[in-house]
Nanobody, 129 residues
């Protein structure tokens, strides 16, 4: 599976942005998809995950209520809608995939970068104050 993230850019605090991650291959609908981000000087951190069917979603606490993950299996694409952006959301955002059709995972697993098999190249999001 190859992943291509896009949609990043420079926005002001309070603005919205939607990231997309397009996947190659015919088995996209069997992959759990996640979003991570890496802020300057920090480690990559978990943002959100969505199950292969789209029925289950989990978010990092700091993103709940502001970010929404979704997917369109017909288009092999996963999205991250980001609202009420803050300067501290500035980071490179990465999408990731793992072949998994379950709808429940332990946070120990899905919040870990090592749990995912495939990664996109990242897209830069910069939020100015």
């Amino acid at each position: 599976v190859q992943l291509q993230a896009s949609g990043g850019g420079l926005v002001q605090a309070g603005d919205s942005l939607r990231l997309s991650c397009a996947a190659s291959g015919r088995t996209f609908s069997s992959y759990a998809m996640g979003w991570f981000r890496r802020a300057p000087g920090k480690e990559r951190e978990f943002v959100a995950i969505i199950s292969s069917s789209g029925s289950s979603r989990k978010y990092a606490d700091s993103m709940k209520g502001r970010f929404t993950i979704s997917r369109d299996n017909a288009k092999n694409t996963v999205y991250l809608q980001m609202d009420s952006l803050k300067p501290e959301d500035t980071a490179v955002y990465y999408c990731a995939a793992r072949g998994d059709s379950s709808t429940y995972w332990s946070p120990t697993y899905y919040q870990a970068t090592s749990w995912y098999t495939y990664w996109g190249q990242g897209t830069q999001v910069t939020v100015s104050s």
